[in-house]
Every structure is written in C-alpha cells, then in structure tokens.
C-alpha cells in the first residue's frame, strides 16, 4: 500500500513563504519521479513543478518558476515544495503525487498515487 501523506500548508500573507513536505511509504521512493499539483476552488487540477528519481532534473509550470523549488531526500523518502514570493493566486490545495516511472512528468495522467492534500491559503 503506497501512501503519501503532505504537510506544511496553511495561512500566509502576500510574499510570505511556505514549505511543504511530502513523505512517502510502500514503495521504492527513489525509482520514481514525483510531482506537485494543486487545485483551487472551481478549477481543475494543475501541475506545478516535477523532479526526476534522482532529483538531476526539475520543471515548473510558468507560473511558479522562479518562486518555487522542488527538492527531495530520497534517503527520508521526502520531497518537498519550498514556495517563497507567494500571491493570493496561488491558494489551492496542493498535492504530491508519484510518477509511474522515474522521469517526473508534467501531465498528471502519468501520476499513480496521490496525497490526500494541503491547504494553502495566500490572504492579500
């Protein structure tokens, strides 16, 4: 049984920073990619940033490149989304998610397990 459980999420003003953990069992953690998504009210799920299995290689949706950094410790089966400059537009619930292979996609098709999700809320 694969799980991943988020946490670090909450309340913060306009420019504040937050970190977010997410710490997975039942499964290899180093051979798979992983990812950060988030959903707000009425919208659909969307990517945020990815990293590879071995952590060489990360993406970013535009929105949050330069902001955001995705990080993991594969030895703590730990990856984590330092999220600094925030604005209100990036209140949502934020999700990790475990790729079924090991590059870390941006389409969350690609996504086999999921966390249940941390708020995050940006007040102006």
């Known amino acids: 049984q694969v799980q991943l459980v988020e946490s670090g999420g909450g309340l913060v003003q306009a420019g504040g920073s937050l970190r977010l953990s997410c710490v997975a069992s039942g499964r290899i953690f180093s051979y798979y990619g992983m990812g950060w998504f988030r959903q707000a009210p009425g919208k659909e799920r969307e990517f945020v940033a990815a990293i590879r299995w071995s952590g060489g290689s990360t993406s970013y949706a535009d929105s949050v490149k330069g902001r955001f950094t995705i990080s993991r410790d594969n030895a703590k089966n730990t990856v984590y989304l330092q999220m600094n400059i925030l604005k209100p537009e990036d209140t949502a619930v934020y999700f990790c998610?475990?790729?079924?292979?090991?590059?870390?996609?941006?389409?969350?098709?690609?996504?086999?397990?999921w966390g249940q999700g941390t708020q995050v809320t940006v007040s102006s």
């Open positions: 998610a475990t790729d079924r292979g090991s590059y870390g996609s941006i389409n969350p098709g690609e996504y086999e397990y």
